[in-house]
Structures are given as structure tokens and as C-alpha cells.
């Protein structure tokens, strides 16, 4: 695992935790929604921080919301996939499947 790997799953890990620890006090829905707002809001102002200008981020605006949309479908898919498969490793179920 390179250097980079090895800090972005931490910053999964830190971000999951503290998310985590916040439904102590907030129902999961609201924790999950709040989650997606930061992400969609630090998405914004990391497209708009790497254009020049207004004019270039006006531009990638549409590209940039395929972009992040397909990623998160993709990485939502896989998700789902996983728990399906682990659901009762994750979720300590006894239930039958």
C-alpha cells in the first residue's frame, strides 16, 4: 500500500468514526445526510479551487458533476455489494439470509 493509499483510507476511517460517534446523538439518516451535504459542498470548492477563473469553473461544472456522481454511484454500488455479502459480519445478525 503506497503512501497516499494509506492516508486516504485513514481519512475514510476518521471520517466514518466521527460519524459514527455522532449518531450517539442524531438518528443515522441525519448523520448520512449531513455527510453527503459536506461532501457535496467541499466537492464544490474543490472543483472551484482548481479552475482559474469563474469562466473555467462555470465550464466544469457539468463534467465535474457527471464525474462526481458516477464515482459516488460506483463507490455506493460496491458498498451495498460489500454488506449484502457481510451483512452479517457488519451488522451481527443472526437472521437468516
Known amino acids: 500500500m503506497s503512501d497516499n493509499d494509506e492516508l486516504f483510507w485513514n481519512l475514510v476511517?476518521?471520517?466514518?468514526?466521527?460519524?459514527?460517534a455522532r449518531c450517539d446523538?442524531?438518528?443515522?439518516?441525519?448523520?448520512?445526510?449531513a455527510l453527503l451535504q459536506a461532501a457535496a459542498?467541499?466537492?464544490?470548492?474543490?472543483?472551484?479551487?482548481?479552475?482559474?477563473d469563474k469562466k473555467e469553473y462555470t465550464e466544469e461544472i457539468e463534467p465535474?458533476?457527471?464525474?462526481?456522481?458516477?464515482?459516488?454511484?460506483?463507490?455506493?454500488?460496491d458498498n451495498?455489494?460489500?454488506y449484502r455479502e457481510n451483512?452479517?459480519?457488519?451488522?451481527r445478525s443472526d437472521e437468516d439470509e
Open 25 to 33: 446523538d442524531a438518528d443515522p439518516s441525519m448523520v448520512s445526510a
Open 80 to 82: 451495498l455489494e460489500d
Open 64 to 77: 465535474s458533476l457527471r464525474y462526481l456522481t458516477n464515482q459516488y454511484r460506483d463507490i455506493l454500488r
Open 41 to 52: 459542498r467541499f466537492n464544490a470548492f474543490t472543483v472551484a479551487g482548481a479552475s482559474v
Open 13 to 20: 476511517d476518521e471520517f466514518i468514526e466521527r460519524a459514527n
Open 87 to 91: 451483512y452479517k459480519v457488519y451488522m
